[in-house]
Each structure stands twice: as structure tokens, then as C-alpha cells.
């Protein structure tokens, strides 16, 4: 098992739509957690930084981190054609340098 | 730059040869790694430097992979006597903190490397 599972997708919605990813992991020391974004053939873009539990909202993205249930989520709301990327999530606990990425989740939002 | 640069942003090499994958962080960044993504995956790590100092390479998958940051700026990747299995996207990061979870990570657009 990994210690960051992420479904691979292909998640299809509609513009407009709400999405919802998520992530889980197996780490209980797990406190930092990332959200990238990456269009084909580019490098991750940086989304949202979180440090423990709790919501973080920015524009129209937010991110949940569950700590009880070892799940992380990114919502996307009012999803746009631009939005279409792979989303991947990374975590790394206190004191490690080496964040753990998921596969990273296949995004098409369809105008 | 603003931005992490990597060069070449695509290699092909044969079997054998060896390849050298450059990366240039964001100025005045401490912290700087690379990472490891093959096609459908995530990225995995490889190694990091602290300034000049590499603090952790046990990611390198074998000792023909090295990398050095000779003044704390530009890293160099290296792989020697490339294998096919070795085809993969070479991303750079750097982070401005000392302990790099302590902030974020900024990726470079990667070194596609194909091994023939």
C-alpha cells in the first residue's frame, strides 16, 4: 500500500461544476500538505498550502485536510475548460524534508 | 528569472551515453531538490541540498545518478550510462526556508529525458 493514495481519473465534469479530489494517507504524522496543479508536458504549479487541520480557502479553490480520517480534499468551484490539468496532492510530516506526492488526479472540465 | 529554470527541457539519449540536466532555483532560495516523474505517476524524490551541502541522496536509484550544487545556486543532475528505465521527467524544486516543509516548493518545468 502507498502512503498517499490519489485516484487517477479521468474525472469529467461540466463547466460550472463544483469538484471535489481527494486524497488519503497512511502517516499519521503527516502535517504539511500541498495542493499542485500540472498542465501537460509542465511543471507542478503550487495551489494551496495547509499545516495541520482545518479549511483554507483561496479564490475559488479550498482545501480540507481531515486529520481523524487521514483525507485531504481540494473543492473547485465554478470550474472552467483552464481548470483541465492533473491535480496532485503531497504531504510530508514535522521535521522531514521529503514530501510524498500522490499519482495525481486527471481533471477535464468540459465547456 | 522569476521562476525555477531547467535545461535541456527535452534530452534523448542512447543507451550508454551520459546526460547532464542543469537546474537554476529561484534566487536566494536555500533549499533546492530533485525530484523523479515517470509517465502517470508522481513525482519522487531523488535529492536535496541544503545551500552547497547535499543532505539526503537516498532517492538517487543508483550510483550512476549523481548531483551537485558546487555554491549553494546552480544544480547539476547527472546520469551516467543512461537506461531505457531511466526515461523519465527530471523536475527541480527549491524552497526559500531551511527545513523545507516549512514552506512551499516551487517546481521547475522539468527535463524530459528519453533513453533510446
Known amino acids: 500500500q502507498k502512503e498517499v493514495e490519489q485516484d487517477p481519473g479521468p474525472l469529467s465534469v461540466p463547466e460550472g461544476a463544483i469538484v471535489s479530489l481527494n486524497c488519503t494517507y497512511s502517516?499519521?504524522?503527516?502535517?504539511?500538505f500541498m495542493w499542485y496543479r500540472q498542465y501537460s508536458r509542465k511543471g507542478p504549479e503550487l495551489l494551496m498550502y495547509?499545516?495541520?487541520?482545518g479549511n483554507k480557502e483561496d479564490g475559488r479553490f479550498t482545501a480540507q485536510v481531515d486529520k481523524s480520517s487521514k483525507y485531504i480534499s481540494l473543492f473547485i468551484r465554478d470550474s472552467q475548460p483552464s481548470d483541465s490539468a492533473t491535480y496532485l496532492c503531497?504531504?510530508?510530516?514535522?521535521?522531514?524534508?521529503?514530501?510524498?506526492f500522490g499519482t495525481g488526479t486527471r481533471l477535464k472540465v468540459l465547456a | 528569472g522569476a521562476g525555477v529554470s531547467q535545461s535541456p527541457r527535452y534530452k534523448v539519449a542512447k543507451r550508454g551515453q551520459d546526460v547532464a540536466l542543469r537546474c537554476d532555483p529561484i534566487?536566494?532560495?536555500?533549499?533546492l531538490f530533485w525530484y523523479q516523474q515517470a509517465l502517470g505517476q508522481g513525482p519522487e524524490f531523488l535529492t536535496y541540498?541544503?545551500?552547497?551541502?547535499?543532505?539526503?541522496k537516498s532517492g538517487l536509484p543508483s550510483d550512476r545518478f549523481f548531483a551537485e550544487r558546487p555554491e549553494g545556486s546552480v544544480s547539476t543532475l547527472k546520469i551516467q550510462r543512461t537506461q531505457q528505465e531511466d526515461s523519465a521527467v527530471y523536475l527541480c524544486?527549491?524552497?526559500?526556508?531551511?527545513?523545507?516543509?516549512?514552506?512551499?516548493?516551487?517546481f521547475g518545468e522539468g527535463s524530459r529525458l528519453t533513453v533510446l
Open positions: 524544486a527549491s524552497s526559500l526556508m531551511e527545513v523545507a516543509n516549512t514552506g512551499e516548493l516551487f
Open positions: 503531497a504531504m510530508s510530516d514535522r521535521g522531514t524534508y521529503k514530501y510524498i
Open positions: 495547509t499545516y495541520s487541520s
Open positions: 534566487s536566494g532560495h536555500v533549499s
Open positions: 502517516n499519521s504524522a503527516f502535517q504539511y
Open positions: 541540498f541544503q545551500n552547497e551541502a547535499q543532505l539526503d
